[in-house]
């Protein structure tokens, strides 16, 4: 028999194998008749003698039989179909087979008759299809019922084809069940479920799903009503932490029995130590104080428990918490901070480590950088503004607790414990900060000065501080002073009159004073008359300025003011005049204090609400000034910022004989009334100049300053300005004198451009008079000597002619002059390798070094000269030249010229280089400039030398001048006398010092300390 799956006209065939000659079968065919019936027999042997039996066959049982005596089949061959129909639609299956007992069952062949036993019979299958949903019987809660928050569910899941276990799902008013349990039961599942806390309500639907094997979904809800039966503890939360005194303890029952109800605290019954209320099933349990006594710091198990009236079933209820009323104890165990000066400041990265003592630790802090470990750190990127900090730290249980203050400070480059810094006003200085100047250094611009010290172009400045153990730097201390940092000049008004208004912005810095203070006239005027006595015992703010007179700006009421103070040296201020309004104040400290203003916003005081008249230059008078930001950070009085003016007595009367002047002629400054000091300082305005610094801090005082240089165009050879500040050779000097209105600057040995001239007198220790100038300096055009035949012959030689003729010596050469030693005869002496020639032109006084006219000349090639320094811009030649007599000097010059080998030309060419002539400075170890021209044509190096000394053609990298030299005719001689300027000495005012240089020198402590620096 085949087997089949179907619902209607399904064939199942009847079919026999292996036969040999098959005529004649008598069959019984069965199958269960509740699952299907036969509607058609159909033959397929056609052996000729088929029984159709007729149909529907309903009961399950149907004959068939067929005999043939010519016809047979052999083989595997189809006999019969029975054509079924489904009458169930649920997977069913019943068997179809043929019937072996049957009595007349008979399989007849042709050749060997009867052979019935000779065959097996195998049954066949007929299955319905699947079209029914499993059926599901819910047992529990009955459709209807009345039930508990907690609903247990219990259904049985049965169908024909099987359940699909993974597909049974039970749900309680539409949310699914907290547990679900299955067991196999014949023909499905049992499965019982739980759902918890479900919400009170009726016809709240109870719902089971199922689906069967091919896919068949049944669902079964019955609907019931929730009522509240159980316990429910209301306070305190399962896993709670209190630091409540008396904290709740307190529980709802529903649907309880009340009598049954009981509260136990980790295992001890306290149920007689409670309040009971409510119904006799509905009500709620609380633990009472006032019976039960004091409840320890502990963690607790609290278990309420009770009978349901709804099921009789054990409700109970159970939360664990803990009470702690001990505040946590935050120690901070170190601070470490980003620039490297252990101080704990704004706008830097802290870490800080801290450990809290406390069992429930939660979380530690400082502002809002947070952590949950213990001990641990805080990573905290401070933001701007001086504050107080602390670590705090909170338990499970919310008791807060708080570590020792810490104080932040602003950023800081510089901290001063020094006890010699003394008070000024009343104000301890003994402990300073000092702000990053180059941070602010522009951040006050001055408004109402009528002139200025416009200072030179400034590249970067590299700066070396050694703090000394009075001082402790941050890690910026070194860092290079980047152009633009500097401010651009100095204000300066040239009469006590007009007005002053500024802005003043610092980023940052929310808590700060301004002042404007006189320079001390005592500690100036002792600088400037006698600058090599003993300084000042200590670099204070008193002797910085002066108490008689300061202006205070500050506020009250939210509006703004100045007032003009005197400050006694006990710190009371008296006040000497008041526009708009400063918070009152009894001393300088609570006075600072009470006036800070936001400089991180900005202030100015021109819009400044409160001041309609801005501070008048005539209630100050005279003298130096400085602008001030400072404040009081903590322990220590801190100078945020400055910026200095001056204000002179008598205006700009003082100004230079010229606009431009011959290298060699000395500047002449003329000034309008004398005074005690007059000085004029020339600087090359056409270089930029690049630097460097050393300060000392170890001690404070006029050696602070070790040294600063002022490179120009980055060369590095340096020769002294003035007392420790350096410049590059030909690109300034200074002048000064005493009593006097006029005053020279020699120009010998600058170099030709631009210059700033800076002019002013002082007296008193006030400046009276100032201007400033641009001026040129030309370089000096020699005479073209007449050329004449030359034979390297050796020996002297020479003589006779006009004044017009040259003479030309080899090695040495005698020159002729008047008694005051101008040069009647122009000579020229060539070195014995004829590499180089000096030239005296007619005219030029000739001294020797004791200052009478010289007799000879000579010129020799030197075997061995002194290297270039390191770092040098340029490298020595084996063009190298001693001239003599040592000593000797020319006015106004006598030129030097080299002439360069074609192989030593052309390799310097390719090199990228240009030649120069420098001098060697026995004193100062260092080759220096001269005035040079180079002509690429003849390859010559001509100098303009104004004394005698070793003489090197230098290479430089450079670019060689197109232009061709032009023929000058040489001058008739005449006798001169010349003027002798005055001799510079190291006296230069005060001011021109100090305001000229101060904007690279304003390092650390320097802003605070930069009076006392050694003229």
Known sequence: MS???????????????????????????????????????????????????????????????????????????????????????????????????????????????????????????????????????????????????SVTVVADITDVGGVNVTSIAVSVGGEQADTLNTVAIAGGYRVTAT?????????????????????????????VTVAQSGVTITAPADGNYTNQAQPPITAAFVQVNQASVKMFLNNVDVTTDCTVSGGATDGAIALNYASYGVLADNTYVVVVNGTSSLDASQQSATVTFTKDTTAPVVTI????????????????????????????????????????????????????????????????????????????????????????????????????????YFDVARAITLTGPNTAMTFPTFGTFTKTIVPGSNATLDNRKNDPITAGELPAAIKIYATPTGSLDFTIQVPDVDNATIMIGKANSTLLDQMI?????????????????????????????????????????????????????????????????????????????????????????????????????????????SIITME????????????????????????????????????????????????????????????????????????????????????????????????????????????????????????????????????????????????TPYTPSGGGGGGGGSSRSVVTYEGSGVVSTSSSGIVTKTIAVVASDESAKLTLQSGVRALDADGNPISSITIERA?????????????????????????????????????????????????????????????TDAWEDVPTTVNAATRTVTATVTHFSMFAVVYTTGVLPTATPTEVVTATPTEVTPTTPAQPTEELPFMMIIIAIVAIIVVAGAAFFYMKKDN
């Open 333 to 436: 165990t170190g601070i470490q901070d980003s620039d490297g000066d252990g101080f704990v400041e704004a706008n830097e990265n802290l870490i800080i480590s801290y450990t809290v003592t406390d069992a429930n630790f939660k979380q530690a802090w400082v502002e809002t950088v947070t952590n949950t470990t213990n001990p641990g750190m805080l990573f905290l990127n401070t933001a701007p503004g001086n504050r107080n900090l602390t670590v705090s730290a909170v338990d499970l249980a919310g008791n807060q607790g708080q570590s020792a203050q810490f104080h932040l400070y602003n950023n800081y480059l510089a901290y001063y414990n020094d006890a010699s810094l003394g008070t000024f006003a009343g104000i301890d200085l003994s402990k300073t900060a000092i702000f990053n």
């Open 863 to 923: 075997s061995d000269a002194p290297a270039a320094p390191a770092g040098a811009l340029f490298s020595v030649s084996g063009y190298v030249y001693e001239c003599g007599p040592a000593g000797a000097t020319f006015n106004p010059g006598m030129t030097l010229t080299a002439t360069l080998s074609e192989e030593d030309w052309n390799a310097m060419i390719a090199s990228g280089q240009v030649p120069t002539f420098k001098w060697y400075n026995a004193e």
């Open 3 to 149: 087997s089949a799956t179907g619902t209607a006209g399904v064939e199942i065939f009847v079919t026999c194998n292996g036969s040999d000659q098959l005529n004649g079968y008598n069959l019984k065919i069965t199958w269960d008749p509740a699952v299907m019936n036969v509607t058609a027999v159909t033959d397929y042997a056609g052996l000729g003698q088929f029984y159709n039996p007729p149909v529907p066959v309903t009961n399950g049982i149907v004959y068939v039989q067929d005999f043939s005596g010519s016809k047979s089949v052999t083989g595997n061959q189809t006999l019969l179909s029975l054509t079924c129909n489904a009458l169930v639609h649920d997977g069913t299956s019943t068997a179809i087979a043929i019937d072996g007992a049957y009595a007349n069952h008979e399989v007849d062949e042709k050749v060997g008759g009867d052979v019935t036993g000779q065959y097996s019979l195998v049954p066949g299958t007929f299955t319905t299809t699947d079209y029914t949903s499993p059926a599901i019987t819910i047992s529990s809660p009955a459709d209807g019922a009345t039930v508990a928050q």
């Open 644 to 787: 200095t003016f001056q204000v002179a007595a008598s205006g700009q009367n003082i100004n230079p004989s010229a606009s431009s002047y011959t290298i060699g002629s000395p500047v002449v400054v003329t000034a309008g009334s004398t005074g005690q000091n007059i000085a004029a300082l020339l600087i090359n305005r056409d270089a930029t100049y690049t630097g460097a610094m050393a300060l000392n801090l170890t001690t404070l005082g006029t050696g602070s300053l070790e040294d600063v240089r002022l490179y120009a165009n980055g060369n590095t050879t340096v020769e002294k300005l003035i007392s420790n500040i350096y410049i590059t050779p030909g690109y300034g000097k200074y002048g000064t004198a005493t009593n006097s209105s006029t005053v020279q600057v020699a120009t010998s040995g600058l170099v030709a451009g631009n210059y700033y001239l800076y002019m002013f007198t002082e007296n008193n220790g006030n400046m009276t008079l100032y201007n400033q100038a641009s001026i040129s300096l030309v370089p000096v055009t020699p005479p073209t000597p007449t050329p």
């Open 195 to 223: 759902k918890s806390g479900v919400a009170i309500g009726t016809n709240v639907p109870v719902a089971v799903s199922a689906s069967d094997l091919t896919g068949n979904i049944g669902t079964r809800i019955h609907y």
């Open 529 to 637: 008359r006698n600058p090599s006595s003993t300084s000042p015992s200590a670099g204070t703010l008193q002797e910085l300025l002066s108490q008689d007179k300061i202006v205070l700006y500050g506020k009250g009421g939210g509006q703004y003011g100045y007032g003009i103070i005197s400050v006694a040296n006990d710190g009371s201020i008296t006040i000497l005049k008041q526009e708009g309004t400063i918070s009152a104040s009894s001393n300088l400290m609570s006075a600072i204090r009470s006036n800070y203003l936001n400089l991180d916003a900005g202030f100015n005081s021109a819009t400044a609400t409160g001041i309609t008249t801005p501070l008048q230059i005539s209630d100050l008078g005279a003298g130096e000034y400085v602008v001030l930001a400072v404040c009081v950070d903590q322990d220590r009085f």
